[in-house]
């Protein structure tokens, strides 16, 4: 274990480095949520029953979710980049921890995105949103996201050392926009198709969602929903445990053996 430690701070060391010099594209991913909040904010706000300021506090916590649930992208394409660059087989021929290499990338992208929320929240603030509960609670629920943001790179260092390929991982990146669509980032589910309502509400990102915004006090818990967003702490927690329970292991598995 402390082999781990040892080898696994230095590995972070290397990846927080390795983000510090692609400044435009930690700009980018801290913009984006940001432009996401102001455009769906003010256009979707519009269009929807809720009034625009009760939507976009409705809309922060979404959209801190879905951008935790961009950890697999981020892990994919830094995990495919190294691959493709050789990086991983020089890594491999170190004497380390063999969970040291994707156990420092996690982490390091977990204090980038806590890092990143700052911003946010504070363009959530000037548009709108409200800590409507105790400071306790708003740290729980920033807690659990960041929880959800480990789980999800863990997935996707696993999925790009798979692919192998930065221009595989870019399009498979690309198709995990569709996530935050298909949950209750955006808009209640309420209202949808009984199916399409059902596959919304078991997908990770909806108990998230629900959890931060029944933390933050911005909506109360919908009733009728499926078990993970009924009770959205525990089906958060739930879903951490068996992503990472389920992945992290791949993950150092896929990593320690390469293309075997």
Known sequence: MSMLAHDGTAML????????NTPGLLIL?????????LFFGYVFG?????????????????????????????????????????VTDRLRT????RAAVPLGQSVADVLVTAVGMVPFLLVGLAVGWRLEKSALQAVGAIGLLLLFRFATTWIGIFLGLLTR???AAGQLGGATFILPLLSNAYIPTEGL????????EWNPISAVTTALRDLFGNAPVPEGAAW??????????????VLLAVFAPLAVRRYAHGEG
């Open 29 to 37: 991913t801290q913009t984006m949520p940001i432009t996401m909040l």
């Open 193 to 200: 198709p009984g199916w399409l309502r059902t596959l919304a």
């Open 46 to 86: 519009s269009a929807l029953a809720m009034p625009g300021e009760e939507y976009r506090s409705f809309l922060v916590p979404g959209l801190l979710v879905a951008t935790a649930a961009n950890g697999i992208m981020t892990g994919m394409f830094q995990a495919a980049q190294d691959v493709h660059r050789g």
């Open 228 to 241: 993970p967003v009924a009770h959205p702490i525990a089906g958060s927690l739930l879903w951490c445990a």
């Open 94 to 97: 170190l004497p380390i921890s």
């Open 165 to 167: 390929s930065e221009e």
């Open 13 to 20: 060391g290397r990846q927080l480095q390795r983000i510090r």
